[in-house]
């Protein structure tokens, strides 16, 4: 089945302790992402990559850090969690040519204590 | 800068039907995409337009004007089902996807 996984799906932590959450997508597809979804603002880009070993800053960067070393996994790191991160994190994926949807995983919600 | 526009909240009856309007200024434009995420879930792909017009599929419909930097997504039949936010994104120059905020569609007996 063709889909976007995530984990963990739920994560309670403190201030300052580093977590990583992983992404991977079983459809080959070149483009991933980050957004973090908060209440009244909507999906806002935190990084994205257009391939294996290429990443870039979305909108909200700062706090933030991912890697793309292989092509199905893009994991989001945060190194020093502060609690303005409390959020529902999605990772997608799609093709690189316009036109072609965005698949989501299933999500992340994150509370910094 | 970049903006989607799109109203927060709509109300509608179950059997009605409902228009979710959408106005963008975007940095250059390779389509717009209307997607719908029920409550703590991931958002769905429902539509693409990239030309002018309309485009059915099933109950919905999505229609696309590029001079006005406008769309709607029209939903027949109400289901309760329908109950969901709608989520209104525009493929910018760079082929980066532009959000709006969403429309919380509430469906009503």
């Known amino acids: 089945e063709a889909q976007v996984t995530q984990n963990p799906r739920y994560l309670i932590t403190v201030t300052g302790k580093k977590l990583t959450v992983t992404c991977s997508q079983n459809?080959?597809?070149?483009?991933m992402s980050w957004y973090r979804q908060d209440p009244g603002l909507g999906l806002r880009q935190i990084y994205y990559?257009?391939?294996?070993?290429?990443?870039d800053k979305g909108d909200v960067p700062e706090g933030y850090k991912v890697s793309r070393k292989e092509k199905r996994n893009f994991p989001l790191i945060l190194e020093s969690p502060s609690p303005n991160q409390t959020s529902l994190y999605f990772c997608?994926?799609?093709?690189?040519?316009?036109?072609?949807?965005?698949?989501f995983g299933p999500g992340t919600r994150l509370t910094v204590l | 800068g970049q903006n989607i526009d799109q109203p927060t909240e709509m109300t509608a009856t179950e059997g009605a039907i409902v228009q979710i309007n959408c106005t963008y200024q975007t940095s250059g434009f390779n389509g717009l995409f209307w997607y719908q995420q029920h409550a703590g879930e991931a958002p769905t792909f429902l539509s693409y337009n990239v030309l002018d017009g309309l485009e059915e599929k099933g109950r919905f419909s999505s229609f696309l004007s590029r001079s006005k930097g406008y769309s709607y997504l029209l939903l027949k039949e109400l289901q309760m089902k329908d109950s969901a936010s709608y989520l209104c994104a525009v493929m910018d120059s760079n082929y980066q996807l532009i959000w709006g905020a969403g429309t919380k569609l509430i469906i009503k007996p």
């Open positions: 997608a994926s799609s093709l690189m040519e316009g036109g072609n949807e965005q698949f």
């Open positions: 459809m080959n597809h070149e483009y």
């Open positions: 990559s257009m391939n294996v070993e290429v990443t």
